[in-house]
């Protein structure tokens, strides 16, 4: 059964007050990525983008909603692509040992 709520959703960008800081760790994070992401990747149609995420996390305390954007913007960042048009997303979570984690992907 699908359920509905009349509010409009809240974006990130509105939830907080003040200037936020990247971190160091957040810094290397997005020069590591850009670093793996594959030199070209095709987008079937840009302005209407489907992205399959799958996380692997080493502690099941880990939410799979917290790394998207931040791996959305080494998306748009690596290849140009608005992140505004990613209309379809799908995204799982994984459990592996500790130093096994990684990011799998799918742009269809």
Request: a positive charge; proline letters at 5%.
């Amino acid at each position: 059964m699908n359920h509905t709520i009349n509010i409009k959703p809240l974006s990130v960008n509105r939830a907080w007050k003040g200037k936020r800081y990247k971190t160091d760790e957040y810094n290397r994070y997005i020069k590591n990525v850009l670093f793996l992401l594959p030199s070209k990747i095709v987008f079937p149609d840009p302005k209407n983008i489907k992205l399959a995420i799958e996380f692997g996390f080493s502690s099941r305390a880990s939410d799979c909603s917290n790394p998207i954007k931040l791996f959305e913007d080494c998306l748009v960042k690596k290849y140009g692509v608005d992140d505004r048009y990613i209309n379809e997303l799908h995204v799982f979570k994984a459990i592996v040992k500790k130093g096994s984690e990684y990011i799998k992907f799918k742009i269809y």
